[in-house]
């Protein structure tokens, strides 16, 4: 195939075609699709670029290849030779994100493209189920998991660290000396999408809402206690959470687990979340 001519940076101008892409897979993009409802195109709002590779300006059509490069880049759509035009866009400016995710397709194709040059990768997550749904959940909440008041900041923190370290490997607090990940929780908590179940001063299960767009929330950071395992804490408090968004804010609950994560699927699944695509990571 030809290469593409290269990915171009998207404006405001290119809003309405931007929109079009998001909201024909509101699930997938939700991630994406939260910053630009927000935000707009503009870059310095959007805390990040939108590219695009289609062959012709998305603003005289349908965009059928399209990129965020943020804190992470998430190629969203696009075949092969976009792909590569993302790629050769993103090499020119060098790695700036702490990792690569989105659809898996189009994640390991870019992955691809940037090997050669960024990796290799401290990590690679060929296969997370990406699952969603739109009813109130099949498993009974717990009426403990509420969401986390701001008073509580310094109680909950330890156990969003926790959770970090373990599900990415790294501390969240290296570099800054966690001002920035404090930031990052103290604005979920002050938007009540933090929720957690307290044991006196000790979390012991939480959960946030992450991306938030106008149609869908996607579950985050889903956590139990070591010592509470094995139990039911997280799926009793993740259908809390599923019930939030669903009854009380009118969306629909998304996640996405790794495949591996045998114990975590039969949950979700028992929750009554459906698998309806597939994500990919490298961590970096």
């Known amino acids: 195939m030809l290469r593409l001519a290269g990915a171009r940076l998207l404006d405001e101008r290119d809003y309405p075609a931007v929109r079009a892409a998001l909201s024909a897979d509101p699930v997938g993009t939700c991630m994406v699709g939260a910053r630009v409802e927000i935000a707009g195109v503009n870059p310095r709002r959007l805390g990040g670029e939108l590219w695009s590779a289609d062959a012709r300006s998305p603003r005289q059509g349908r965009i059928e290849a399209l990129c965020f490069s943020g804190p992470n880049l998430v190629p969203l759509c ?94 969240p607090r290296a570099g800054d000396g966690g001002a920035s990940y404090r930031a990052r929780v103290t604005e979920l908590i002050a938007g009540g999408r933090a929720f957690a179940r307290f044991d006196g001063d000790e979390v012991v299960f939480k959960a946030e809402i992450g991306a938030l767009s106008g149609t869908v929330g996607q579950i985050q950071g889903v956590w139990v206690h070591p010592s509470r395992r094995g139990h039911g804490l997280g799926s009793a408090g993740t259908a809390t959470v599923v019930n939030r968004l669903v009854r009380g804010m009118n969306r629909t609950a998304s996640l996405y687990v790794n495949s591996y994560n045998g114990a975590a699927l039969a949950s979700y699944r028992k929750i009554g979340f459906r698998q309806v695509g597939c994500y990919a990571t490298v961590l970096f």
């Open 78 to 171: 696009g075949d092969a030779p976009a792909l590569r035009s993302f790629a050769d866009r993103a090499l020119r400016r060098g790695r700036t994100c702490s990792s690569l995710v989105g659809p898996a397709q189009q994640v390991l194709g870019l992955w691809d493209e940037l090997a050669p040059e960024w990796g290799p990768a401290r990590e690679v997550r060929h296969d997370q189920p990406l699952m969603a749904m739109d009813a109130p959940s099949s498993v009974l909440a717990d009426p403990l998991v509420r969401a986390v008041r701001p008073d509580e900041l310094d109680r909950y923190l330890p156990a969003a660290v926790a959770m970090f370290i373990e599900e990415v490997g790294v501390d």
